[in-house]
């Protein structure tokens, strides 16, 4: 089965890109990974638009592993120059919507779980989930689908790492905060203007540092991205709304952080969500000792992918270039595609054989 693992992850991923799947409108592209699983004699199942599956030889008295990607996209930009939908093969790169992000990193798991599906003896069950809505962080997509799984021991999910292995990354909070005043006539002495209030509050966020710093991500990161107020020029504002973008490290849960900024800004402070938590991966855990054998890196993610909804150890690491992803003319190289295959299986034949 191994000589046919890229040929056939490959042609996989060029019917991918040939269908639309934006995040909430993934069923074509459902359809696809249910039909090379169906070819393969391989049961899966599927709730909206994820797909799942097991090892043949499942064990229920054993640890279970999570191999997950996405299989949904962005839209596509203005600029690009080739057809999205199109793939097509080019000086050794694979152009098209997804390619890179994640399609690479999906099609190459999927043959790795292949070339384990019939293998006995393991010291590891696999579970392979292609699921949907990861780049909207929506609720429809791996979160859906947890509570129908096993208890997992670690997970690999993958993304374009350029198969470096991302063993912490960021989690993300957006939080919307009203600073509340008095309207009064801007030309007397009335009032008691939200702006001012804000800009308080807005110093103290630019200022304000997090005593523990995570050695891999660096300090959490708070970014005012938004800011609105007043409807006229003689009036003064009795509120100013702005909103923060929040970067968290395992340092400190998300709760904590959103417990300073109560404790410390004076405008009305309401998190969107707190569900996209950090994550992070011991070094001494034996997937990332395995990479370090093949002279892996390891490296903090400033991005948020579905590890931020997993209670486990998780490993981020695919083929593909981050810095590809969401561009025009999305690109990923088919060598890419086929060492990350061989890696994915190196790595976990020290772990789970």
């Not at 191999?67 to 596509?76: I, R, Y």
């Not at 997509?141 to 991302?166: H, K, R, S, W, Y």
């Not at 948020?304 to 990923?332: C, V, Y």
Request: glycine share 6%; charged share 20%; net charge negative.
């Amino acid at each position: 089965m191994k000589n046919t693992l890229f040929p056939d992850a490959l042609e996989l991923l060029k019917n991918l890109i040939t269908t639309p799947s934006f995040s909430r409108e993934e069923e074509g592209t459902a359809a696809h990974i249910e039909d090379f699983f169906r070819n393969k004699h391989i049961p899966i199942q599927r709730l909206k638009n994820n797909i799942w599956a097991f090892n043949k030889h499942f064990d229920p008295a054993l640890p279970t592993v999570l191999l997950n990607s996405h299989h949904d996209t962005v839209k596509p930009n203005p600029s690009w120059t080739l057809s999205p939908f199109e793939p097509l093969i080019q000086e050794g790169k694979l152009f098209g919507l997804g390619s890179n992000d994640a399609g690479g990193c999906l099609v190459s798991l999927m043959a790795t779980f292949c070339h384990y599906y019939e293998k006995q003896d393991l010291k590891y069950n696999l579970l392979l989930a292609a699921t949907a809505e990861e780049e909207i962080s929506g609720t429809n997509g791996l979160e859906l689908i947890l509570p129908q799984l096993p208890d997992l021991e670690f997970a690999i999910v993958g993304e374009p790492t350029q198969m470096n292995m991302a063993i912490a990354e960021k989690g993300l909070m957006v939080i919307d905060c009203v600073a509340h005043g008095r309207s009064g006539h801007a030309a007397r002495e009335e009032g008691d203007n939200a702006i001012l209030k804000a800009i308080r509050d807005i110093e103290w966020i630019t200022s304000y540092r997090f005593p523990e710093v995570s050695p891999f991500l660096g300090p959490i990161k708070m970014s005012v991205t938004i800011i609105q107020a007043g409807t006229q020029h003689n009036v003064v504002p009795d509120t100013c709304t702005f909103t923060i973008d929040v970067r968290t490290t395992e340092k400190y849960g998300n709760e904590q952080v959103l417990d300073v900024l109560k404790q410390n800004l004076i405008s009305e402070v309401k998190p969107r969500s707190v569900r996209l938590k950090p994550s992070s991966i011991p070094l001494q855990h034996p997937i990332v000792q395995a990479g370090l054998q093949f002279n892996l890196s390891t490296y903090g993610s400033p991005t948020t992918s579905d590890q931020a909804l997993l209670n486990i150890p998780s490993l981020k690491m695919g083929p593909g270039d981050s810095a590809r992803s969401h561009t025009a003319n999305e690109f990923i190289y088919l060598e890419e595609i086929e060492k990350g295959i061989d890696l994915y299986i190196r790595l976990l034949e020290k772990v789970i054989i």
